[in-house]
């Protein structure tokens, strides 16, 4: 059941407690000073340790990325860096290696692409040079 409190926007989105009418937030049997330390030890919780800027890292290629993904591991095995962090390092790492790989892969066709073609040069010179014999 829903929190029964109506605020300027409508009603309270919360769930009520158990057996009340109200949620913990609007229930006026919890005394206002539970209420604010709760919110605020929500607020300590909700947020992501980062206790000193970490040093910038080498992201040229996929070697770069796979190094620091072990480092991010490492990290969190020793407890030196917050779970949150971590997950939103790990995210973007994933990102940066797709990005690395199609890059690296467009390089790699840009250069086969040249060397076809330089071939194709070659053969069509033989073939002008075969005719004029
Ligand atoms: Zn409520």
New binding site residues.
């Given amino acids: 059941m829903k929190?029964?409190?109506k605020t300027e926007a409508g009603e309270?989105?919360?769930h009520?407690m158990n057996n009340e009418v109200?949620?913990?937030?609007?229930?006026p049997k919890i005394p206002l000073e539970a209420k604010r330390e709760a919110q605020a030890k929500g607020g300590r919780n909700n947020r992501a340790k980062q206790p000193k800027p970490l040093d910038k890292v080498k992201l040229d290629d996929s070697k770069d990325v796979v190094a620091l993904v072990a480092e991010i591991i490492n990290c969190v095995r020793e407890g030196l860096m917050d779970v949150k962090v971590a997950n939103c390092l790990g995210f973007l790492a994933g990102q940066l290696l797709k990005a690395v790989e199609t890059a690296t892969f467009e390089n790699r066709m840009d250069e086969i692409e040249k060397k076809l073609e330089e071939q194709q040069q070659v053969a069509e010179q033989m073939k002008e040079a075969a005719r004029h014999n």
């Fill in positions: 929190c029964q409190h309270c989105q919360s009520a109200f949620c913990f937030l609007h229930n």
